[in-house]
Structures are given as structure tokens and as C-alpha cells.
């Protein structure tokens, strides 16, 4: 009997909010039926946490024992327990697959596993199936992208108001705009050379319904596929036209293809006369799919936007070949297709050019027929794609009630189930049954399909069935492996180019790199034949362990909540690893397993961390050999604007992401001063600068960076007096988020009601008294009105009347992504990386100070500082580590052994990346 039930938190991405029970029938689970309800807390969830406790739900993220399971995903593989039951919804999309490895998992617990998309009714129809919301923003997002696209070219169009699904409050708001959008298209003519602009439907199913629904908001005459080859686009003044295209009107018998009679299609017939009706019959085509062939291309000419649907097996023709799209842009002046929808799921299904599935944050490319390859953005010679890798995410209140409210009666059905009984006994309604994949641990028979790659595939071998494309573009990559090692390199995007370009053109190693939009990895490597990229998603385990398994070194540039679950494979692989994040406790506590399996897990390989380790320990060493002892090191250095690059109020430019910029002023500091250990809570570190004078540079504020104790031991500083390291930045900087963050703005707790508001009223809310913003401020933060505070908070908008961006739901998330904008570097600017280290050392007869200086600059629109810094020191060290030059090492470790680092430093100073030094005699420390 089910009498709890448990609700995941999903962790996909971000844009993953919906949930499997609103809070509205929570509560109607909870005080109606008697069931306890338990959720996992979740910042991003479309519904929030203080809903679902006034719903009666415990919050809580001990849902394991709970009877059943329900959520979007996957749930995380330590909610699984023996015997578990779970319902979830994987296959959000079609042509998507239930992951193996998930599915191994519950069948070796025993778990009962239930498929949230093959729930039907009595007579076999699903009744949970949101290709309803797929369609309706996956067909938002298509006139976006038109819209963009038509701006791009120079045209003024109403296409150009409409925005991306996500951004819309509801999916009424978003009709509404659309149908303000129709009406001026009434009241005002498209471009001449626009007109008509025709919209073609490829599917019959509840995708493309739901894309019609949205387009047939819009004023529009829809003629016949024989009326479009016919000429009906032209005349009659009409603006905009749709044509609908069954399945059949699309293919065609292919050279040598048969009837089901067995006799072969004369080649005369193969090509149908403009009105001859459609003769293909689709139980043929989807029983001998390789008979057949697509007749689409005939269609594709005179069409402005394609919207599909249709998955197409993958041993059937696409319905738009690369060969298709070749054709129209061969001829002179430009083809009328301007967008391609994509709504299918599927990469390189029925439209062969669809080659990446994407998130909304990067949500179009251009397919570039000249080239065969894609490019982020509208901007291209090619058509635009839409190929969002699930659009219902989009519209995540509406997907959630709907799946709720159907859920509801379901879920009521499963309280009087025998779960431990054989599931013909089990009392199971047949609606729920069809939904069975894992009953107990066993497949049912309408999953017999999965068998045989479940119980035959091992840990090494995998049928070609479960491969994901990411793993098969590594796997079967030319020339992978052929000479050099393989180095994955996972993460990173423009800050991996000088790692990348430095491999790929000073050893023979390949280089596969990994990221979650294709087309940065693509970019990375463009004209370098060893060069592969991939797509992968971080939090798909399964994908991952398999790119980990055919690298020879993994290098880990990804956020630092991946860095354990990455190493943990690398281990379990025996692969090495390198990172430039802290070590953490988690990663220092696999030290152990690591040493085991033979392998390193090498972290703080960047810059800042990374080349500082480096020239401490330089400098400390050549002290100790030289007979003396390091008393103090004060080691400071900041990613900061060249001196030209930060002329504005905060002296700041950001060469990485803002959110890592203002959590270091979050995190607790420790360090040592006069054999004092000083701590400093996160709140407080911007109080507690100083100032620091750069020869040739001026004067800087440094503020305590991290726990600078743990370091002692690590860099063999038992006795030392004074350690400290500072973050560098411009003066003005720590006042200002001091004050800042007094009034709440580090705050990453969810917070509701910030959509639609402007920063003025945003900031109304936090600072005390109802008069003029201004003045309150000032008097909150106790400054004169000219005060360099308050010239930073107006320079960045903060006072007055721009709406905060769509999409976060706290303020430090809220401000990051403004400051995103406000802080980007511009054409032709430059960053500068600045580290400046102060090692006092006692000899027996003397003291000395040492000074050492290290500033490297950007190229103008060509690589970042942080980017050089950050990836040539792996790049360096990957090449005398597979050269023989670094050998026996295994363990966490960090770059503070001479054999790692000296060629790194070596090599850097060589191609003029130097500390300049000074020596002085001192008389105290």
C-alpha cells in the first residue's frame, strides 16, 4: 500500500522547474485522503517551498523510505532503496530513451518503476502527454526566432515584439501577446519582399496540434501542399499562409524500393505529378523504412518557416537532408526559408541539420550550408534552427497542473496496490499497468525491447542501441587514438581556448571537448583535425562515465558541484584528473581511493589558484636551500580591467562568471598575522582590507581570500608568522559591497514577488524610509550624496526605472545576471591578471624581504588573460606528463611539488608570463 509519497527535487538544469504534484492537490492528498506528503526543498521550482508546508507537506530531503516517488527525472541515484517504487517522466520528449544505467540500477534493487508518459485510459490513450506544451512553446519560441532573424536582415516586422516562452509570465500572457502581435499584423503590411511569408506543418500528432494552436492565433489563409507546388503563394495579397503536410505527402518509394507485394516501383513512377494523389502507404514505410526516401525537398523552396514534429527511425531518410538545405542556397540571391522548428526531440532525426539539442539560455543556431557547421545566434547564410532539447520547460505551470490533475486519481488507484504481490495479482488497474516498466525488479512484457541491452551490455561492452550521440561522435571519431594520448576536456568554454589551441599545436595528443552547447566545443577546435567536440550534459552520469572511460586524462573545468562526481569516475576508471578549483572536503576525503587506484587528482591547477601555488613554493624552496626560513608571505593577486579597460565607477570589468566573483566575498576567511590566527566570518571580508601598493600599477584594496591556514602544512610552513592571501581590486571596491550586502543583496535564498519589478522598487523594499531612494540611501549607508557609493549605485541602474531580468528567483542570482551585462568587457578591451607576493626570510645573520610582480594583459579581442593564465599551466603540464617527466604521483594533490612545478614555470616565463623580483634587507618581519 502507498500511504507516503516523496517528491523529488529535479536536477537537471535550471530550467527545469516543473514538479509532478502541485501544491493544490498536495493538499488535497494530504487533508482529504490521509497521505503524508514529503518534498525535497528546491530554489527553482515554479512552485515554492513555503506553498507546499501551507499545503501540509513536510519539507525535507529524507524522501528514500518514502512508498512512492514521484518526480520529473531521474531522482538521484541515493534515493534509490531495495524494493523501491517510483514513477517519474523521463521521456519528456519524443525519440527520447529511459537511461540504462537508471534502469540497471532499479532492476538490481528490485524497484517497481512506472513511466509517467505511458499512463492511458481504458481504451489506450495516454492521458499524461505534454506534446500539447512542446508545440505551444516550441511554436513561441519558432516566431521568436523569426522575428530575430527578420530584424537581422533589416526587415521591421511585428515578429520583432515576440519573445521566447520562457520569458513570458504564463502561457496567457503569452497568447495575449500574441494575439496584440495578429492584430497589428492587420494593421500593417509586411515587406513586399516578404510577402507571403508560409508556414509549413510537418505531424499530425499533439505537438504540432499544440504549434497550430499557437500559429492559428495569427491572421493567415491555409491552402494544400498541391496548391503550394501549384503557385498559391503568389497574388491575392495575402500576408501569411499555412500548409499542413501528413506523413505521407512527405516520402516516397525509393530507386528499387518495394510494395508490400514484393514488386519494385518502376523508376517513371517514382515521382508523382504535382496533382496526383499520394499513393505511400506508412504501414510499408514504417515496417521497410530503407525503401523509402523523402520527397519533402519539393515542398521545402517555397516555405518561409518549417515547423516539425516527426522523430523519423533513424534508418528512414530525413525528412530535410543536409544535401536539401545545399541545394537551395546553391542557386543565386537568397532562399525564402528563414527558420526551421524543430519540435521533434531528436538530434538528427527527420531534419538532418537539427544537430544539437539546446537550452533556451543559447536557444538558436545557424546552420551554415557552405561550411556543414553551425553557428550560435541569427547572424548566417543558412536557415536559422529551433531545437530546444525539451520546450515544455518553458511553460512549467501549466505542464505541472496538468500532469497533477491527472496524476491525482492514479496515485488514489495505487493505495489499495499489493506492491509485493506478482503484478497480475496485484490488483493493479490495467490503465496503470500499461505504464509498468519494472515490476520488482523484473521488465514487463511491453518492455521486453529493453532486455536485451540491460542484461547483455557490461560496464565496457554497450550495444550501439544505448549509446548517446555524445558518446558515439567520441567513440567514432576519426583518427581518436590513432598517435598521442586522448585528453577530455570537459567545460571551460572561450576560457578553454589557449588549454585547447596550446595541446592541439605543440603535442600529437587528441583533444575531445565536451561541452553543453556544441557549438562553443566546436568552436574551440574549428581547423584542427585532432580536435573533436561533443555535447554532454553534467548531470547525465551515465554519459559522462562514458567519455571518462576512453579518455587517457580528464580536465575538469565545469562548476566545482561536478568536480566529486567526475573525480569519482576518473577513480573508479583510473583515470587522472585536473582541475582548477579549491579542494574542498569532499574531494580531499577521496585522497585515499585515489592513492588505491594509482591515479591524480590534481586541483588548484589555474592561476589564481594555481600559478600562486607555484611561485610561493618556488620562492620558499630557494629560501629553505639557501639555509634560511620563510617568517612572513603576504601572497595578493585579482583578474582585474587593464588600466584603460576599468574607467567606471566600480573600476571593474568581469573576465568570469559574477556570481564566483561576489561569492568570494561570501566565504569565511582565516589567516595568520604576528602569529595571531585572525578569523573572519563571510559576511564581514570586505571590512577587513587593505591596502596595497604595486610598483609602476598604484595602490590596491586586498581583501582576505579563503582559509589561508590550511596552507601551512602544504607549503611546509610550520613556524611561519604572518600568512595571509588578498584578493586584488580597484579602491572603492570593498565599500561598496560591504554595503551592499548589508542591505541583502548576497542573499541566495529564493524570494518572491522581484518579476516585474524595476531596481528602484527592488531597492525601495531594502532601504529604510519612504522619501527620496536617493537620500535614504545615503543616509542608510551614512555618505555624503556625491560619495563614490552612490555613484556606483546609479551608474549601475540600481535607483531607477529598468525592470530586473526575467529568470532568478533570489537577489544575488538577480544582480549577477546584471551585472553580466553591465560589466562585460567591450570591443577591443583587455583584462590584466595581477599577482604581487611580499616573503620575508630569516637567515641566521639577516632578514629579507622579497617582492615579486607578476601582471599579464589580454589581447584585444583576441584571448583573456584569466584564459592564458588559467589553461596554459594544464596545457604545460599535460605535455611533460605524458613526455615521462612527471611520474609516481597519485593522490589529491595541489602544484606544489617541484617536479610540477618548475617546467609549468619554466615554460611560462619563456613565452614572458614572470614574476619580476626585488630583494631588500629588512629589520623586522
Not at 632 to 637: E, F, I, K, S
Request: charged residues 25%; proline residues 5%; neutral net charge.
Amino acid at each position: 500500500m502507498i500511504r507516503k509519497i516523496g517528491i523529488c527535487r529535479e536536477r537537471k538544469n535550471r530550467w527545469e522547474r516543473r514538479v509532478p504534484l502541485v501544491p493544490e492537490d498536495v493538499r488535497r492528498l494530504v487533508g482529504e485522503h490521509g497521505y503524508e506528503v514529503v518534498v525535497q526543498g528546491s530554489p527553482l521550482r515554479v512552485h515554492s517551498n513555503a506553498e507546499y508546508a501551507a499545503a501540509g507537506a513536510l519539507i525535507d530531503d529524507g524522501i528514500a523510505g518514502c512508498d512512492l516517488v514521484v518526480s520529473m527525472n531521474e531522482p538521484a541515484a541515493e534515493l534509490l532503496r531495495p524494493g523501491g517504487t517510483y514513477l517519474y517522466f523521463g521521456r519528456t520528449a519524443p525519440g527520447q530513451s529511459l537511461g540504462d544505467a537508471f534502469l540497471r540500477r532499479l532492476q538490481g534493487l528490485g524497484c517497481t518503476l512506472f513511466d509517467g508518459n505511458a499512463i492511458t485510459d481504458e481504451r489506450g490513450r495516454n492521458i499524461i502527454y505534454i506534446g500539447r506544451y512542446i508545440g505551444l512553446a516550441g511554436m513561441i519560441d519558432t516566431l521568436w526566432a523569426l522575428g530575430q532573424r527578420l530584424k537581422h536582415e533589416g526587415y521591421d516586422t511585428s515578429f520583432a515584439a515576440i519573445r521566447q516562452a520562457h520569458q513570458y509570465e504564463n502561457l496567457a500572457s503569452a497568447r495575449r501577446a500574441i494575439i496584440d502581435i495578429a492584430e497589428e499584423l492587420r494593421d500593417r503590411r509586411l515587406p513586399s519582399v516578404l510577402r507571403p511569408l508560409v508556414f509549413g506543418f510537418v505531424g499530425n500528432d499533439g505537438i504540432s496540434r499544440g504549434a497550430q494552436e499557437i500559429f492559428d492565433l495569427l491572421p493567415h489563409r491555409e491552402i494544400t501542399p498541391s496548391e503550394l507546388l501549384a503557385g498559391s503563394v503568389c497574388g491575392g495579397g495575402n500576408e501569411i499562409l499555412k500548409v499542413v503536410f501528413s506523413e505521407e505527402q512527405t516520402i516516397r518509394l525509393a530507386r528499387g524500393g518495394k510494395w508490400a507485394g514484393g514488386a519494385r516501383m518502376a523508376q517513371s513512377s517514382r515521382t508523382r505529378p504535382k496533382d496526383e494523389p499520394n499513393r505511400v502507404n506508412l504501414t510499408e514505410f514504417y515496417r521497410h523504412p530503407t525503401h523509402f526516401e523523402s520527397d519533402f525537398g519539393r515542398y521545402l523552396r517555397h516555405l518561409s518557416v518549417l515547423v516539425n514534429s516527426l522523430p523519423r527511425a533513424t534508418d528512414a531518410a530525413s525528412l530535410v537532408a543536409k544535401t536539401d538545405i545545399e541545394e537551395l542556397w546553391k542557386g543565386p540571391g537568397n532562399p525564402r526559408l528563414r527558420v526551421i522548428g524543430d519540435l521533434s526531440g531528436t538530434v538528427e532525426g527527420a531534419v538532418e541539420i537539427a544537430s544539437v539539442a539546446i537550452l533556451p539560455d543559447a536557444p538558436v543556431y545557424v546552420y551554415e550550408p557552405n561550411a556543414d557547421d553551425i553557428a550560435y545566434g541569427v547572424d548566417g547564410h543558412g536557415p536559422v534552427i529551433v531545437s530546444l532539447a525539451d520546450p515544455a520547460c518553458e511553460l512549467p505551470e501549466e505542464v505541472s497542473a496538468g500532469i497533477s490533475h491527472a496524476l491525482m486519481p492514479l496515485i488514489q488507484n495505487l493505495a489499495n496496490v499489493e506492491l509485493e504481490a506478482p503484478i497480475e495479482k496485484s490488483g493493479l488497474p490495467m490503465s496503470l499497468r500499461r505504464a509498468v516498466v519494472l515490476w520488482r525488479g523484473r521488465l514487463t512484457p511491453a518492455c521486453g525491447h529493453l532486455r536485451n541491452f540491460l542484461k547483455g551490455a557490461t560496464s565496457e561492452e554497450e550495444t550501439e542501441g544505448e549509446a548517446s550521440s555524445a558518446f558515439r561522435a567520441f567513440k567514432n571519431a576519426p583518427g581518436v587514438g590513432v598517435s598521442g594520448k586522448n585528453i577530455l576536456i570537459l567545460g571551460g568554454g572561450s576560457l578553454a581556448r589557449p588549454l585547447v589551441h596550446y595541446l592541439l599545436e605543440k603535442t600529437r595528443h587528441e583533444v575531445v571537448c565536451a561541452d553543453q552547447t556544441l557549438g562553443m566545443a566546436a568552436g574551440l577546435i574549428k581547423g584542427y583535425p585532432r580536435g573533436k567536440a561533443v555535447a554532454t550534459e553534467l548531470d547525465n552520469r551515465h554519459e559522462l562515465e562514458r567519455l571518462i572511460r576512453c579518455a587517457d586524462f580528464v580536465v575538469s573545468l565545469v562548476p566545482y558541484r561536478y568536480h566529486i562526481p567526475i573525480a569519482e569516475l576518473c577513480i573508479t576508471h583510473r583515470k587522472h584528473m585536473v582541475t582548477t578549483s579549491y579542494i574542498g572536503e569532499a574531494m580531499r576525503e577521496l585522497d585515499g581511493r585515489a592513492r588505491d587506484a594509482g591515479i591524480m587528482l590534481l586541483n588548484e591547477m589555474g592561476v589564481i589558484p594555481g600559478i600562486d601555488h607555484m611561485i610561493a613554493m618556488r620562492s620558499i624552496h630557494r629560501v629553505v636551500a639557501n639555509g634560511g626560513k620563510v617568517a612572513a608571505l603576504r601572497m595578493y593577486g585579482g583578474a582585474l580591467p587593464a588600466p584603460e579597460a576599468g574607467m567606471n565607477p566600480l573600476g571593474y570589468r568581469y573576465s568570469w562568471g559574477m556570481r564566483c566573483v561576489l561569492d568570494a566575498g561570501r566565504i569565511h576567511a582565516r589567516y595568520r598575522d604576528r602569529g595571531e590566527i585572525i578569523d573572519v566570518s563571510g559576511p564581514d571580508v570586505f571590512r577587513h582590507l587593505s591596502l596595497v601598493a604595486v610598483p609602476g600599477l598604484g595602490k590596491f584594496e586586498a581583501y582576505p581570500c579563503r582559509n589561508v591556514i590550511a596552507y601551512e602544512n602544504v607549503y611546509g610552513l610550520t613556524d611561519v608568522k604572518t600568512l595571509f592571501r588578498g584578493t586584488l581590486r580597484n579602491p572603492g571596491w570593498c565599500s561598496f559591497w560591504d554595503k551592499m550586502f548589508s542591505l541583502g543583496w548576497s542573499s541566495d535564498m529564493p524570494r518572491v514577488g522581484l518579476e516585474g519589478k524595476t531596481w528602484g522598487q527592488i531597492m525601495r523594499v531594502l532601504v529604510p524610509g519612504n522619501g527620496d531612494l536617493a537620500a535614504d540611501l545615503c543616509s542608510c549607508w551614512n555618505v555624503p550624496r556625491g560619495a563614490a557609493e552612490i555613484r556606483c549605485a546609479e551608474w549601475l541602474g540600481l535607483l531607477g526605472d529598468e525592470k530586473v531580468p526575467v529568470g532568478p528567483n533570489n537577489l544575488l542570482d538577480l544582480l549577477c545576471e546584471h551585472l553580466q551585462r553591465k560589466l562585460a568587457f567591450r570591443s577591443g578591451e583587455r583584462d590584466m591578471i595581477l599577482m604581487h607576493h611580499e616573503l620575508v626570510a630569516e637567515y641566521p645573520d639577516r632578514l629579507e624581504r622579497i617582492t615579486s610582480t607578476l601582471t599579464d594583459y589580454g589581447v584585444p579581442n583576441g584571448d583573456l588573460a584569466v584564459a592564458r593564465t588559467v589553461g596554459l599551466p594544464i596545457a604545460i603540464f599535460l605535455k611533460v606528463f605524458f613526455e615521462g617527466m612527471i611520474q609516481g604521483l597519485s593522490g589529491v594533490l595541489m602544484p606544489t611539488i617541484p617536479a610540477v612545478y618548475r617546467p609549468i614555470l619554466e615554460e611560462l616565463e619563456s613565452i614572458g608570463i614572470r614574476m619580476t623580483e626585488h630583494v631588500e634587507a629588512v629589520k623586522t618581519a
